[in-house]
């Protein structure tokens, strides 16, 4: 594990408050680039790796990076070509998503909001940091293919010198450099201004009587959503089973493991802003067809799935009513955060 040291934490305002407190923040604390909107108190601290502090000149280099199309062999896809401002950085509706040379790739691309706050990343689990998963879009071949001689050029140039000396201090380029910048303006996604959050604040006007509802079932032991989906970002992190297929062809945690009690496991996605994600899982599949609505999502978990050998026992007929189902549907939806779509400080420079 990487050191973690704690981040920055800040108070919840919004509006113009925010808006000056954010100025003055910036005058007085130029290391701090999360304006204080986007950090509420509660929300954990954004853990920040020791080997990668974060810097307003890193989180500037990283988001162009993240944007620069020129990083990837054909010049034709960005990081945020999958991962879009106005899906929540997502690349729904896709199934799954296109790389260089229309390259289709095996996986639903997830939303990159609250990442930071991730222990693992990939469905599998097999990048340990932002720093790891980034080079390894950046490199694979069905993603960017990056030709590492022409970017390392590119950083080089007068396109890039400035801003990286900026974040750098000094002019040697490396791929691990330009990675930790990319991560570092990932960690600056951070979302937490849902009606549910609204809710948790003390806003109870915020939720509707059916999304309350929709709450207590999502946190019981009955429908056990919450027993997987817990946490600030409705996520246990770990790996499970929820019987999509009786046969993976792709085995998820058993491809990093090769433990056949991980064939069929995958991460726990977190459900912030899920409503804006489809289709949903992994795959975005499953034996009965894509997974394209949550209603579809909610009734497969209230079959109890499909059986498989390594099938979560917490995954098992639920015999939710239509309205319960319902419920469950619009408590999601109340999960949903737009102001992510539109920020500015996120969006292409
Ligand atoms: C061609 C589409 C595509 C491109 C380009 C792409 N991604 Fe992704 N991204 C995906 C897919 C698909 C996954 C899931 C893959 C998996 O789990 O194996 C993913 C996963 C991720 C994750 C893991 C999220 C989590 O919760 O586990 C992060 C972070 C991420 N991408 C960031 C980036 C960055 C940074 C770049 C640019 C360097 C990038 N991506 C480029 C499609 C893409
Ligand atoms: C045993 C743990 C577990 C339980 C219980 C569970 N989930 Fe999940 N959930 C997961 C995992 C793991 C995935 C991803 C599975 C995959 O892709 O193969 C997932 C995926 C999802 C997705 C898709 C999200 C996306 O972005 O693709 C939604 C929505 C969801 N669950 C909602 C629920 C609801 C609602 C309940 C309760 C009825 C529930 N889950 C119960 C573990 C669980």
Known sequence: MMARQAGISF???????????LVTACRQEPVEPLPSDLMPAHLAAVPIPADNPLTPAKVDLGRRLFYDKRLSSQGTV???SCHRQDLSFSDAPNQVSRGVNNALGQRNAPSLINVAYRPHYFWDGRAATLEDQAMA?????????????????????????????????????????????????????????????????GNKAALSEQERRGMNLFFSSRSMCG????????????????GLFNHYFDRGRYNVTKNMADDGLFKTPSLRNVALTPPYMASGDSDKGPLTTLEQVVEHYNDGGTPFSNKDRRVKKLGLSKAEVADLVAFMKALTDSSVLTRREWSAP
């Open 11 to 21: 108070t919840f305002s919004m509006g113009i408050a925010a808006m000056l407190l």
């Open 78 to 80: 960005s990081c945020a």
């Open 137 to 201: 879009a950046f490199l694979s071949s069905v993603e960017m293919d990056a030709d590492t001689m022409a970017v390392s050029a590119l950083l080089r140039s007068g396109v890039y010198r400035d801003a990286w000396r900026a974040a750098f201090s000094d002019t040697a380029v490396s791929m691990r450099r330009a990675m930790m910048a990319i991560a570092s303006f990932e960690r600056t996604i951070v979302s937490a201004n849902s009606r549910y959050d609204q809710y948790v604040l």
């Open 227 to 242: 027993a997987c989906h817990g946490g600030q970002d409705f996520t246990n992190d770990q790996f499970q089973n929820i």
